[in-house]
């Protein structure tokens, strides 16, 4: 059996491009040459494919026998990419167009995890129509509701703070999502869908930081990534049973990180991301390497998977 040809896709027209392009490339780099021949793609940010077009670049995924699509946030992990796949008739590995568009909106991830039982912080949606007659009246998180990386999100504890952190988060974004700060741990998990049902879930990761976890703490290096997390078994068990309902009623596939935070009242959950940072260093490469899985195991299994 000859070498996959598979389609490693960077950048993007978002806020995450570079943080892209990392990922895409620390991800086409570990893909073995002896099984697979890795043709590279990028995304510029204007969201055009460069010198190919989009036509051309078309041509160049129906060449491939798979596609690993590593194009964090909108335009790309949000469910374009996935269409793009679908209507080219291409495999692809990770979410399709619905789990991909749900999870990135933030407050339909919401909605959905409160529909199947898992808490999340109380918050609300704005608009910038509603945005001017939003009061501040304790300490809330402001972030936009569909950008990754936790760019534009303030902790903001204090009411002078609260008009610079919406103008921040609105300029990534239409809507705006102000939730109550959660007092608990970061913590992570990996959810990783198998053939006939199966789930695998990777060992917790907390994230050891001073206030939010926001862009600077998580690529700047003040963070800590403890993993596995010290838990109590009930703990570790609510959190995994957690995780597995919110991405399948999200309808995820492939892999996907659940954040919560851990309160003395059960799991919250944060957010779902359904293309992570993707770099060996990342979380996700993390809590699976601290199960026995290598990255490249990693992304073996997944290339291997979407193919059936």
Not at 60 to 70: A, K, M, Y
């Amino acid at each position: 059996m000859g070498r996959l040809r598979v389609a490693v896709i960077g950048g993007g027209a978002s806020c995450e491009h570079d943080v892209s392009l990392a990922s895409a490339a620390s991800v086409a780099a570990a893909l073995d040459p002896r099984k697979y021949d890795v043709v590279r793609m990028s995304i510029a940010r204007d969201g055009s494919w460069g010198d190919l077009g989009l036509g051309r670049a078309v041509r160049v995924l129906q060449g491939c026998d798979v596609v690993l699509p590593v194009v964090h946030g909108p335009h790309g992990e949000d469910g374009t990419l996935a269409a793009l796949c679908e209507l080219a008739r291409v495999p692809y590995v990770g979410s399709g167009v619905r789990a991909g568009a749900l999870a990135m909106d933030k407050w339909a991830t919401k909605l959905v995890a409160q529909a199947v039982g898992v808490a999340t912080a109380p918050g609300v949606l704005l608009t910038a129509v509603a945005a001017p007659s939003y009061a501040w009246t304790h300490p809330v998180v402001v972030k936009p509701v569909a950008a990754g990386s936790s760019l534009g999100v303030t902790l903001v504890d204090r009411p002078e703070l609260l008009a610079p952190a919406l103008e921040e988060a609105f300029a990534l974004g239409d809507r705006v999502l102000v939730e109550d700060v959660v007092p608990g741990r970061e913590v992570d998990l990996a959810v990783l869908a198998r053939a006939g049902g199966r789930r695998i879930v990777s060992p917790a990761l907390e994230i050891a930081v001073d206030g939010v976890f926001g862009f600077e703490e998580k690529y700047g290096g003040s963070a800590r990534f403890i993993v596995p997390a010290a838990l109590r078994e009930t703990e570790r068990k609510e959190l995994e049973d957690a995780a597995v309902a919110v991405f399948d009623a999200l309808g995820c596939a492939g892999v996907a990180r659940v954040d919560f935070f851990v309160t003395d009242a059960g799991p919250v959950l944060n957010e779902v991301n359904t293309m992570p940072g993707f770099t060996a260093e990342s979380q996700v490469p993390k809590m699976f390497a601290a199960a026995g899985m290598s990255y490249p195991a990693l992304l073996d299994m997944l290339v291997r998977d979407a193919l059936g």
